[in-house]
């Protein structure tokens, strides 16, 4: 039976709300966040760079996305519901604080203050459109799949193709001690659509314009 799209974001939602409310409640420090992303700048401060783990991809793009999602993947690595070694690693060092700082500087990252809102996203292939109908994913990542309904839900459009079909895939994952991701919605959503299918997904989200981007870092320019 499938799930209203309705209900799927007003579960998602309830699921983000609880995740983060305790980091959340935290104002973060975008000056603050930029002293402390020393352990982050040397992935997502270079353009293009990959990781190996646990496939070959791209690490994705997290300037320009909102301080919220930022807070909750990393709570999300630390707390093991995100299971990926080096990041569970390097946010198990972070306390709540830091976390909020860090968000709060990698948010307002390149970001053009004065750009005028994305408009609803092209439809892409009719492979994708049928897809993404089928996913209800712009119930809520948005039309433009750049405003997310809740700032607890991540940008997608632009980000990195690897990336996201890597990220998509961990959802299905299931007993692997160091790949996976605990979010029982995307789970629900992820596992309705086969690899390559998925693959179409991250494709056609990729494509789109989008907010979120690299900004190398002036340390390692």
Do not use: W
Request: charged share 20%; glycine share 10%; net charge positive.
């Amino acid at each position: 039976m499938k799930t209203p799209a309705s209900l799927l974001s007003a579960l998602l939602l309830a699921t983000v709300t609880v995740f983060s409310a305790q980091a959340e409640a935290l104002k973060g420090d975008v000056q603050a966040g930029e002293r402390k992303n020393s352990m982050c700048m040397g992935c997502h401060g270079i353009v293009g760079y990959q990781a190996t783990f646990p496939e070959v991809y791209k690490v994705p793009k997290i300037a320009g996305q909102s301080e919220k999602y930022i807070v909750n993947a990393l709570v999300a690595y630390k707390n093991g519901q995100r299971k990926h070694p080096s990041m569970r690693g390097i946010a198990a060092s972070l306390s709540d604080q830091d976390m909020a700082d860090v968000a709060a500087y990698y948010a307002q990252l390149g970001v053009n203050a004065s750009a005028a809102p994305l408009g609803k996203a092209a439809a892409g292939s009719a492979k994708a459109a049928e897809l993404v109908a089928k996913g209800a994913c712009s119930s809520c990542h948005g039309e433009s799949f750049s405003q997310p309904v809740d700032p607890g839900f991540p940008k997608l459009a632009g980000q990195y193709r690897d990336y996201l079909y890597i990220a998509l895939k961990s959802y299905k994952a299931e007993g692997n001690p160091n790949v996976g991701r605990g979010n029982a919605v995307m789970a629900g959503v992820a596992k309705q659509f086969s690899n390559p299918e998925l693959k179409v997904l991250a494709e056609y989200m990729a494509s789109l314009p989008g907010e979120v981007k690299t900004v190398p870092e002036n340390r390692l320019r």
